[in-house]
């Protein structure tokens, strides 16, 4: 079975500066796709940034990183600049090559203006 | 852009009664779809797999004759709540596999918010 662990329930960030949440992931396939998404008080999902497992390369999108490591199995997310916009609950998923989803127990993001 | 719908948005039952949920593809067609369960400030918990023409696959401790998934067509999964109770009380969110530009990538619904008095 595929777990996802969050060790961060709650980061605090001052805003313009820079924040990183962390993640581990378990699992014995080779193919999946780590995610990061943002949950807002809506409730809606919304997708912050993907990583292809077979890809070496960390993905970047605009003021968010992740820095990925394969072995190690750790997947965690820099965001940079910081926004008030950024404050959420941030979820790290898993999605198996069959399209099912494991989520993180989350981290709760403040951004402190 | 692709979009998936949920109805109704919030629901209020009695205990004992059956809930029907429904989650729709708007304007693309998901042969699968993903329904995941929420408590107030956890995570989203995989409960099953819809599939359209057969039986839905459920995750491990998840009751099938408790969530009833029905995959009625290409652009529609329902997930009815039978004999509701207090703990049944969540949020209901699902997802449909889908492709934005030249990704694949999951289309959340907005979420059914079940209360069960």
């Known amino acids: 079975a595929q777990t996802v662990t969050q060790s961060q329930p709650e980061m605090s960030v001052q805003e313009a500066e820079t924040v990183t949440l962390s993640c581990t992931y378990d699992?014995?396939?080779?193919?999946?796709?780590l995610f990061w998404y943002k949950q807002p008080p809506s409730r809606q999902m919304i997708l912050v940034i993907r990583q292809e497992a077979y890809k070496q390369q960390n993905a970047t999108e605009n003021r968010f990183s992740v820095n990925f490591q394969k072995a190690a199995k750790s997947f965690s997310l820099k965001i940079s600049d910081s926004q008030l916009g950024d404050a959420a609950m941030y979820f790290c998923a898993y999605r198996r090559s069959s399209n099912q989803f494991y989520f993180g127990t989350g981290t709760s993001l403040t951004v402190i203006p | 852009g692709a979009v998936v719908s949920q109805h109704p948005s919030r629901v209020i039952c009695k205990s004992g009664t059956s809930v029907k949920i429904e989650c729709r593809s708007l304007d693309f067609q998901a042969t699968t779809m993903f329904w995941y369960r929420q408590f107030p400030k956890q995570s989203l918990m995989l409960m099953a797999t819809?599939?359209?023409?057969?039986?839905?696959?459920?995750e491990q401790g998840v009751e099938k004759d408790k969530f009833l998934i029905n995959h009625a067509s290409l652009t529609l999964s329902t997930l009815t709540v039978t004999s509701a109770h207090p703990e049944d009380s969540s949020f209901y969110i699902c997802?449909?596999?889908?492709?934005?530009?030249?990704?694949?990538?999951?289309?959340f619904g907005p979420g059914t918010r079940l209360t069960v008095l």
């Open positions: 997802s449909a596999p889908g492709v934005r530009g030249r990704y694949n990538e999951q289309f």
């Open positions: 699992t014995s396939e080779s193919d999946y796709y």
């Open positions: 819809s599939n359209e023409g057969s039986k839905a696959t459920y």
